[in-house]
């Protein structure tokens, strides 16, 4: 990805706080996990033969000559410390986690080889109302964010007993259809057949249109879990898409996978993806213990985002103390300490490199501050100190020191 400067890392970090801040609402618990970790625990999670394992991880052999991969995705490594440390163990729990996530593949806007998501992650809660709490949980992101261009579509992929009934129906068809099937698909008519669904290939789209629904062929069990879920979100005024053909590119999803998409980011559609994973963490040696979880691509979610203020931004007050004198260079950096020492949400900075006033200003002006503080020779010796707006159409005034931090707080909360 292409570094983040400091300009961009603003917006980055509003939307960080106003997505923190909904997680907490929902009594989100944050953990955070390597990004290391051994190649085995994502061949068993997320499969041998999706695209992620197959062609996408980055992993290399150590010292030791064991397989090691930096994580393409978060659920494994969060299970995978959650067993460690008995987290699961006859209770529940909801965890969310954040950071750069790895996948070889052609960069282009919206889809890079080191990304970031959101994750979030709820465990031992058995029916659809976690399900609904996960979409809900989302949607009121979205409203946090004012992003108002986002669609959602689910789909139910049964139990492993109704996937089974649905895979030997999947076979017939796509075998009857094979001379059709590209070459990545003519290997999952084997391994996996319903990873042909979640095929981008154009030329298959037909085929794959006409092929059997899931829905279909659910069990009663998966058919309840559903018909509950869609209800609830119709009750809670949550609009969203059936799609039959949603299947998530990962192969541990059971019943319940949903997408939130969008139009705005070209072919990079999906915002934020996830689904039920009930067998997963019996699967990698745990109890037997249902999940359920989504990830947010970050860098997809902060293009949809336009923050219309530095208000809105809730950045730091900056304030710019320029000095011009002898002896004005040492006061001006005790005056900065004291601003610090008495309100740590301010930000100031101070001249470091001499010239006049008018030098000094621009810089003041160039370094976004909304507040200049002046210090002079004279202004010393008399105790006082110039005070001038810079956002605004405001002359200076002078003010005595000792009044600053009643000035400054004045100032920034009017």
């Given at each position: 990805?292409?570094?983040l ?7 980055w ?7 923190k801040r909904v ?15 051994r190649?085995?625990l994502?061949q ?38 959650g067993?460690?440390?008995?987290l ?11 950071g ?5 593949e ?9 990304f970031?998501?959101?994750n ?33 579509e689910i789909?139910?992929l049964?139990?492993s007993?109704?996937?089974?009934a649905y ?23 084997v ?16 085929l794959i ?7 279909d ?12 879920l869609t209800n ?9 898409q059936l799609?039959p ?8 999803y059971?019943k319940t ?16 993806g996830?689904?039920?994973?009930d067998?997963l963490?019996?699967?990698?040696g ?5 999940g ?14 336009e923050?219309l ?16 004198g ?13 601003i ?28 976004g ?10 202004e ?12 605004i159409?405001q002359?200076?005034?002078t ?8 000035e ?7």
């Open positions: 990805m292409p570094a400067l400091p300009e961009e890392l603003v917006k970090q509003f939307v960080e706080s106003k997505v997680l907490q609402a929902y009594a989100f618990q944050e953990i955070r996990t390597p990004i290391v970790e190649t085995e994502f068993r999670t997320i499969g041998q033969d999706t695209d992620v394992v197959a062609k996408e991880m980055y992993s290399f052999n150590d010292r030791k000559n064991q397989s090691l991969s930096l994580r393409p995705e978060a659920t494994a490594g969060v299970i995978r410390a067993i460690e440390h008995g699961f163990y006859n209770q529940t729990q909801k965890l969310w986690s954040m750069p996530m790895y996948r070889y052609r960069p282009q806007k919206g889809r890079y080889r080191q970031h998501q959101i979030m992650e709820a465990f031992g809660y058995q029916g659809p109302q976690i399900d609904l709490e996960m979409i809900l949980m989302t949607s009121r992101i979205w409203k946090a964010l004012k992003v108002n261009a986002i669609e959602l789909n139910s049964g139990t007993t109704s996937r089974q895979r030997k129906v999947l076979v017939e068809y796509f075998s009857d259809h094979k001379s059709d099937l590209d070459e990545d698909s003519t290997k999952r008519l391994s996996n057949p319903m990873r042909i669904l979640d095929s981008k290939n154009p030329e298959m789209g037909n249109s006409n092929a059997p629904n899931i829905t062929y659910l069990d009663t069990e998966s058919e309840d879990h559903f018909a509950t609830s979100l119709e009750q809670h005024n949550i609009s969203f799609n053909r949603l299947v998530r590119g990962l192969d541990y059971t996978v949903f997408e939130w998409t969008t139009d705005q980011l070209g072919s990079q559609a999906t915002v934020c996830g689904g039920r994973y067998d963490v019996k699967q990698l745990g109890q037997d213990v249902c359920v979880g989504c990830a947010i691509g970050f860098e997809r979610l902060t293009e949809l985002v923050v203020s530095k208000k809105e931004q809730n950045m730091q007050p900056k304030i710019y103390i320029v000095a011009v002898d002896d004005t260079e040492l006061h001006a950096s005790l005056l900065a300490e004291k610090r020492d008495t309100n740590e949400e301010y930000a100031v900075e101070i001249n470091m490199d001499g010239g006049s006033f008018k030098q000094q200003f621009r810089k003041a002006d160039k370094s501050s909304e507040l200049a503080i002046v210090i002079g020779e004279e010393i010796q008399q105790g006082n100190l110039g005070f001038k707006p810079l956002m159409d002359e200076q005034t003010i005595k020191e000792e009044n600053l931090m009643q400054i707080n004045r100032f920034f909360t009017e």
